[in-house]
Antibody, heavy 118, light 107 residues
Framework: QVQLAQSGAEVRTPGSSVKVSCNVSGGTLTSTTVSWVRQAPGDGLKWVGRIVPLFETAHYAQQFQGRVTITADESTNTAYMELRSVTSEDTAVYFC???????????WGQGSLLTVSS | DIQMTQSPSSLSASVGDRVNITCRASQNIGNSLNWYQQTPGKAPKLLLFAASSFHSGVPSRFSGSGSGTDFTLTINTLQPEDFAAYYCHQSYQTPHTFGQGTKLEIK
């Protein structure tokens, strides 16, 4: 069955960038819409954006527009989320998730913790 | 953006109880409403999609109802493993948005 495996925890200083990966196994990335969702410590879930490899399109939440880029490398079955100019408010666990049918997220990666600290 | 208002934010109940969690959308979203369960340190798990359809492997004590703007997640006969956080999620349009979450605790 399809599984999503994410890269490990990252520590960044304010103003730097981070790129988190999400490898799809048991299926092909081409046919998989991948969303990114983040969760700040003790907080709820917030959608960051998604990539639709089949149509080579990405969509982003307005809050992150201009600072985030989501890409897909179909040769390695891996989706990426790059976040630039990070601040302490970007400290969170970032999840990738497969979006299916009516838009539900049925399979999730294990999460990647980003810590932003000077 | 569509705002999702979930209530209550926290809930205390006992094993064997029945609980309801509600979610209200700021506009009509049809049945594009999904429910997730999350335990500490883990990724969310999909329970129900399209308001009332079971995701594979989800126990039948979970059920969902509603359409348009008002939705309810019902958990019958609470089991110890059900004490967790629950989130609603609208997938009607981007940006996808979530409710603030409900923390279900043991009384």
């Amino acid at each position: 069955q399809v599984q999503l495996a994410q890269s490990g925890a990252e520590v960044r200083t304010p103003g730097s960038s981070v790129k988190v990966s999400c490898n799809v196994s048991g299926g092909t990335l081409t046919s998989t819409t991948v969303s990114w969702v983040r969760q700040a410590p003790g907080d709820g879930l917030k959608w960051v954006g998604r990539i639709v490899p089949l149509f080579e399109t990405a969509h982003y939440a307005q809050q992150f527009q201009g600072r985030v880029t989501i890409t897909a490398d179909e040769s390695t079955n891996t989706a990426y989320m790059e976040l630039r100019s990070v601040t302490s408010e970007d400290t969170a666990v970032y999840f990738c998730a497969r979006e299916v049918g009516m838009g539900a997220f049925d399979i999730w990666g294990q999460g990647s913790l980003l810590t932003v600290s000077s | 953006d569509i705002q999702m208002t979930q209530s209550p934010s926290s809930l205390s109940a006992s094993v064997g109880d029945r609980v309801n969690i509600t979610c209200r959308a700021s506009q009509n979203i049809g049945n594009s409403l999904n429910w997730y369960q999350q335990t500490p340190g883990k990724a969310p798990k999909l329970l129900l999609f399209a308001a009332s359809s079971f995701h594979s492997g989800v126990p039948s004590r979970f059920s969902g109802s509603g359409s348009g703007t008002d939705f309810t997640l019902t958990i019958n006969t609470l089991q110890p493993e059900d004490f967790a956080a629950y989130y609603c999620h609208q997938s009607y349009q981007t940006p996808h948005t979530f409710g603030q979450g409900t923390k279900l605790e043991i009384k």
